[in-house]
């Protein structure tokens, strides 16, 4: 305690003698704060136990993720590929070690595939055929990570191609002589292949986990579901396949599943003929993908919208500055419809930079908790990508391993622990006190 009031005294000094450089200081005088604020985590429950401990499921109220009743903000991660590794014995490990330095860096959750159609490893052999020993992986990654304490994000397809996606779908379609159209958007359309799809919702939302005996439906490790990763249908810009696909999807996961929330997995592109589509998309070709933030997070069974966010891919010519600013008004945006429009949480499921990750990351946290401190609709962002060392040839050019980077695991850091000031501990944060008392 000593030590502790002596370091508080000491940060006080500091924010007192630079007070004419107010806003260079700002984020000492916020840590100033933290420290002093800090008393209010001694409550935290020391003596958890992982048996007494019934986790909960992450609810929604209006605008906002709940947790035990109480507001629910997200510093979280992308990590695609836990199932995959998890299959083969010499991999799996690299599963808990990501899972662990997850939570070691308070994270409370990780978005990630349930799905594997048709590829080496694949989850989905063909149409309804399923891998048991690759199922097992996915059990494997659930169980895990609910001993870390980290919560799922899965989603249940992709519209690329990486790991079959919705052109496996087509091609299994069309080799089953049922396909109407060899177009990869037929995956939107075709009635056999809505049904391949529901099939396979199905399976995995009903699947009884080998290791825990817990149905996934029933298992609130499982933050959420999301429908499909970056749904574009743009042989329809009109919008009306895509919109159509997710009502009936996402009605058809919550018949099976009342428990979870669900999200469609979009990148969040206005439509045509929302006004924001000159204003705010990237650029003109972002309107004509058949996609619609507002009409397709409108639809009463998707509870939380979701958005992405890669600056250096969607713009020709343009500066990092530029980037950043793009990525402050695209959020302010999007949290804007969470509160005007849609009465939803949103939440920037995906967001990468090739260069400057730092100021990246540090312009996404700062919107997220602004939004969080009003209790506005921004309720999260996971960050495209974290892997373990050794992984390269699993990266793209957003890959990182945050521990390698001092810098930015500090801002990641920072990030979960001015968040739990607003929400106070999550009970699955075992670490947190420690985390946000010595890591400044
Ligand atoms: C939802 O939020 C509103 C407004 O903050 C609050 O009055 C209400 O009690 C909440 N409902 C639940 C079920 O938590
Ligand atoms: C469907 O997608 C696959 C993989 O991206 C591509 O190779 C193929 O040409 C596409 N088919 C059509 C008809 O566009």
């Given at each position: 305690?000593?030590?502790?009031?002596?370091?508080?005294?000491?940060?006080?000094?500091?924010?007192a003698?630079?007070?004419?450089?107010?806003?260079?200081?700002g984020?000492?005088?916020?840590?100033?704060?933290?420290?002093?604020?800090?008393?209010?985590?001694?409550?935290?429950?020391?003596?958890?136990?992982?048996?007494?401990?019934q986790?909960?499921?992450?609810?929604?109220?209006?605008?906002?993720?709940?947790?035990?009743?109480?507001?629910?903000?997200?510093?979280?991660?992308?990590?695609?590929?836990?199932?995959?590794?998890?299959?083969?014995?010499?991999?799996?490990?690299?599963?808990?070690?990501m899972?662990?330095?997850?939570?070691?860096?308070?994270?409370?959750?990780?978005?990630?595939?349930?799905?594997?159609?048709?590829?080496?490893?694949?989850?989905?052999l063909?149409?309804?055929?399923?891998?048991?020993?690759?199922?097992?992986?996915?059990?494997?990654?659930?169980?895990?990570a609910?001993?870390q304490?980290?919560?799922?994000?899965?989603?249940?397809?992709?519209?690329?191609?990486?790991?079959?996606?919705?052109?496996?779908?087509?091609?299994?379609?069309?080799?089953?002589?049922?396909?109407?159209?060899?177009?990869n958007?037929?995956?939107?359309?075709?009635?056999?292949?809505?049904?391949?799809?529901?099939?396979?919702?199905?399976?995995?939302l009903?699947?009884?986990?080998?290791?825990?005996g817990i149905?996934?439906?029933?298992?609130?490790?499982?933050?959420?579901?999301?429908?499909?990763?970056?749904?574009?249908?743009?042989?329809d810009?009109?919008?009306?396949?895509?919109?159509?696909?997710?009502?009936?999807?996402?009605?058809?996961?919550?018949?099976i599943?009342?428990?979870?929330?669900?999200?469609?997995?979009?990148?969040?592109?206005?439509?045509?003929?929302?006004?924001?589509?000159?204003?705010?998309?990237?650029?003109?070709?972002?309107?004509?993908l058949?996609?619609?933030?507002?009409?397709?997070?409108?639809?009463?069974?998707?509870?939380?919208?979701s958005?992405?966010?890669?600056?250096?891919?969607w713009?020709?010519?343009?500066?990092?500055?530029?980037?950043?600013?793009?990525?402050?008004?695209?959020?302010?945006?999007?949290?804007?419809?969470?509160?005007?429009?849609?009465?939803k949480?949103?939440?920037?499921?995906?967001?990468?930079l090739?260069?400057q990750?730092?100021?990246?990351?540090?312009?996404?946290?700062?919107?997220?908790?602004?939004?969080a401190?009003?209790?506005?609709?921004?309720?999260?962002?996971?960050a495209?990508?974290?892997?373990?060392?050794?992984?390269?040839?699993?990266?793209?050019?957003?890959g990182?391993?945050?521990?390698?980077?001092?810098?930015?695991?500090?801002?990641?850091?920072?990030?979960?622990?001015?968040?739990?000031?607003?929400?106070?501990?999550?009970?699955?944060?075992?670490?947190?006190?420690?985390?946000?008392?010595?890591?400044?």
């Open positions: 305690m000593i030590l502790r009031s002596s370091r508080l005294y000491k940060k006080k000094m500091v924010v003698g630079n007070g004419l450089f107010y806003p260079i200081i984020f000492a005088s916020c840590l100033a704060f933290l420290y002093m604020s800090f008393h209010s985590f001694s409550d935290l429950r020391s003596d958890f136990r992982e048996e007494e401990h986790l909960a499921f992450v609810k929604r109220n209006g605008t906002q993720f709940t947790l035990e009743g109480k507001p629910f903000y997200i510093n979280g991660w992308n990590s695609y590929w836990l199932m995959y590794h998890a299959v083969d014995e010499y991999s799996r490990p690299r599963v808990r070690e899972l662990q330095a997850g939570a070691k860096m308070g994270l409370t959750l990780c978005r990630t595939w349930a799905f594997n159609d048709g590829e080496y490893n694949a989850l989905q063909s149409p309804g055929q399923f891998d048991e020993r690759v199922f097992k992986a996915l059990d494997h990654v659930i169980v895990e609910r001993q304490g980290v919560r799922l994000l899965l989603c249940l397809v992709n519209n690329l191609q990486n790991y079959g996606g919705k052109s496996q779908y087509v091609r299994w379609a069309w080799q089953e002589g049922v396909g109407l159209s060899s177009s958007d037929s995956f939107f359309f075709d009635p056999s292949i809505r049904n391949y799809f529901k099939s396979y919702i199905k399976t995995i009903t699947r009884k986990n080998t290791l825990n149905e996934y439906r029933d298992d609130p490790t499982i933050f959420a579901w999301e429908l499909i990763n970056e749904p574009r249908c743009s042989t810009a009109s919008g009306d396949t895509l919109q159509d696909w997710i009502e009936e999807m996402s009605e058809f996961v919550k018949v599943d009342k428990k979870h929330l669900l999200t469609v997995g979009l990148e969040g592109f206005y439509g045509p003929k929302n006004p924001k589509a000159l204003t705010v998309n990237p650029e003109q070709w972002a309107s004509r058949g996609s619609d933030f507002i009409r397709n997070s409108k639809i009463p069974s998707i509870d939380f919208a958005v992405h966010m890669y600056p250096d891919h713009f020709h010519d343009l500066e990092v500055e530029d980037h950043l600013k793009f990525v402050t008004k695209w959020m302010l945006s999007h949290i804007e419809d969470g509160e005007k429009e849609l009465n949480p949103v939440m920037f499921t995906e967001f990468g090739a260069d990750l730092d100021r990246f990351y540090k312009t996404i946290f700062d919107v997220i908790y602004k939004s401190k009003k209790h506005q609709a921004g309720a999260g962002a996971l495209w990508q974290f892997l373990v060392a050794g992984m390269d040839k699993y990266n793209d050019e957003f990182i391993v945050p521990w390698e980077r001092p810098s930015t695991y500090k801002l990641i850091i920072e990030q979960t622990c001015r968040l739990a000031k607003i929400q106070g501990p999550i009970l699955e944060q075992r670490n947190l006190k420690e985390l946000c008392l010595q890591k400044q």
